[in-house]
């Protein structure tokens, strides 16, 4: 069993930054694939990065891709979202989520864990 809290969330303008943390707790984190999803009104929630279990290999949706930065710190069980140039299209709760599959995956389905969700809101 994994617990997972976001934090960091809030109310930004178009070009700014914030950075996402998810902190879990239970088993050990570096057991599992971290990812974050997103997910709009009236949307499907939707893939934005993930990360291996080393921390040694990184994905990334293409909407996101040279903005977003995940990683990791085990030590801390910790896992961290850095959004740069934030565009109001990046508007969503933020998820934090892991899987215990073995190679990494983009569908929500495919993750065992969630937290809660953090709001991001993208000001223009």
């Known amino acids: 069993q994994v617990q997972l809290v976001e934090s960091g969330g809030g109310l930004v303008q178009a070009g700014g930054s914030l950075r996402l943390s998810c902190a879990a707790s239970g088993r050990t984190f570096s057991s599992y694939r971290m990812g974050w999803f997103r997910q709009a009104p009236g949307r499907e929630r939707e893939f934005v990065a993930a990360?291996?279990?080393?921390?040694?290999?990184?994905y990334y949706a293409d909407s996101v891709k040279g903005r977003f930065t995940i990683s990791g710190d085990n030590a801390k069980n910790t896992v961290y979202l850095q959004m740069n140039s934030l565009k109001p299209v990046d508007t969503a709760v933020y998820y934090c989520?892991?899987?215990?599959?073995?190679?990494?995956?983009?569908?929500?389905?495919?993750?065992?864990?969630w937290g809660q969700g953090t709001q991001v809101t993208v000001s223009s």
């Open positions: 990360i291996s279990r080393s921390g040694v290999s990184t």
């Open positions: 989520a892991a899987s215990s599959r073995s190679t990494v995956s983009y569908r929500p389905i495919n993750y065992d864990y």
